[in-house]
């Protein structure tokens, strides 16, 4: 069983940054794909930027690449995101979301894709 517990959020301004934590529970966390979703009110769930274990290799949404960095610490149990150069179309609430990949071949962008979710953190971006 794998716990996922976000941290970071807070109401910016346009052009700020701000760097969101996720930290896991378990001693599997070298082998977990972490991702980081993000929902707007009245909006599905999308995909924002995830990496994966074996060689950390990442991929993000085309709407926040160039401003947002996933990265992580093995020996923290925790993946990052850090956020420059927020837009106001930033905000929503953002999930962490981390699943076991043994082969660690796969880097995974859907929802679906992922088993353990975290609660979530608030992100606002102000004009």
Same mark, same amino acid.
């Given at each position: ?7 970071? @959020?807070?109401?910016? *301004? %346009?052009?700020?940054?701000? &760097?969101?934590?996720? +930290? /896991? ?9 972490? @991702?980081?979703?993000? *929902? %707007?009110?009245?909006?599905? &769930?999308?995909?924002? +930027? /995830? ?23 093995? +020996? ?52």
């Amino acid at each position: 069983q794998v716990q996922l517990v976000e941290s970071g @959020g807070e109401l910016v *301004q %346009a052009g700020d940054s701000l &760097r969101l934590s996720c +930290a /896991a529970s378990g001693p599997t966390f070298a082998i977990l794909n972490m @991702g980081w979703f993000r *929902q %707007a009110p009245g909006k599905e &769930r999308e995909f924002v +930027a /995830a990496i994966r274990w074996r060689d950390t290799g990442t991929m993000y949404a085309n709407s926040v690449k160039g401003r947002f960095t996933i990265s992580r610490d093995n +020996a923290k149990n925790t993946v990052y995101l850090q956020m420059n150069s927020l837009k106001p179309e930033d905000t929503a609430v953002y999930y962490c979301a981390a699943d076991y990949d043994f082969r660690g071949s796969s880097l995974p962008s859907t929802p679906r894709e992922y088993g353990y979710w975290g609660q979530g953190t608030q992100v606002t971006v102000s004009s």
